[in-house]
């Protein structure tokens, strides 16, 4: 997508060990706008899909999620890093976290992840593809469909989106990060 490739070689900053920083207009400070263009070309990509609910991972997934929702008006269900004081009619699963070094917890009501669901799933980011993986064991434990996976920004260094794409799942990805090797943002065409 043009217009988000373009802001990322204006705004983005490239870190030491492959890290993107697109906190100007995605992750802290965020542009309506641009989001509200992304979430089109997300409506456009999955004009074919059939689903009933648009779901994410808190945080920076839930703006790109609710536009969509918003778009389509179909509801959003972010799953929460946080452990419930109550684990009662939770589905949970561990996603490592590469950036981080750690494994935590997400976890997502049953209220709202139900059997018989569609669920488009929308993040920021896919780099190897932990949080994707956690998702999609959500879904399996509640009975639901993922129907696609939709990232803002791909990392294709790191893989993830490979992998999600040999296990058939129909990923969308706006921007492909070849390399940022060098500290250099190279996108793919
Ligand atoms: P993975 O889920 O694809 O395996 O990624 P990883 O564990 O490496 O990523 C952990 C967190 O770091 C995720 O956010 C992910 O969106 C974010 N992330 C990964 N690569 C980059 C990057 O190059 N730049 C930025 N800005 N973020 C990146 P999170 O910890 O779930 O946090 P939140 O921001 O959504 O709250
Ligand atoms: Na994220
Ligand atoms: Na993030």
């Keep these: 997508m043009k217009a988000l490739k373009e802001r990322i070689l204006r705004d983005g900053k490239c870190f030491e060990g492959g890290i993107l920083k697109v906190d100007n207009f995605i992750n802290h400070q965020m542009d309506p706008i641009l989001m509200k263009s992304m979430a089109v070309e997300f409506v456009r990509r999955f004009a074919g899909a059939d689903f009933n609910k648009v779901m994410t991972i808190e945080a920076s997934g839930i703006a790109p999620a609710i536009m969509v929702g918003y778009l389509l008006e ?3 269900v972010f ?3 946080k452990k419930p004081s109550t684990m009662e009619n939770m589905l949970t699963t561990s996603v490592y ?3 981080k070094g750690t494994t935590y917890t997400v976890c997502v009501s049953k209220d709202y992840l139900c059997p018989g ?3 488009l799933f929308i993040d920021d980011f ?3 593809g932990n949080a994707a993986k956690g998702v999609i064991d959500l879904v399996r434990q509640a009975g ?4 696609g996976m939709g990232f803002l920004i791909e ?3 790191q893989h993830g989106g490979d992998s999600l794409r040999e296990q058939g799942v129909h990923v969308e990805s706006l921007a492909v990060i070849e390399s940022l090797d060098n500290c250099q943002i190279s996108l793919r065409d």
């Design 144 to 147: 639901a469909e993922l129907v």
């Design 79 to 81: 799953a929460k890093k």
């Design 155 to 157: 990392k294709a260094f």
């Design 117 to 119: 669901d569609k669920v």
């Design 126 to 128: 896919l780099a190897n």
């Design 97 to 99: 976290s590469f950036t």
């Design 74 to 76: 179909l509801p959003v």
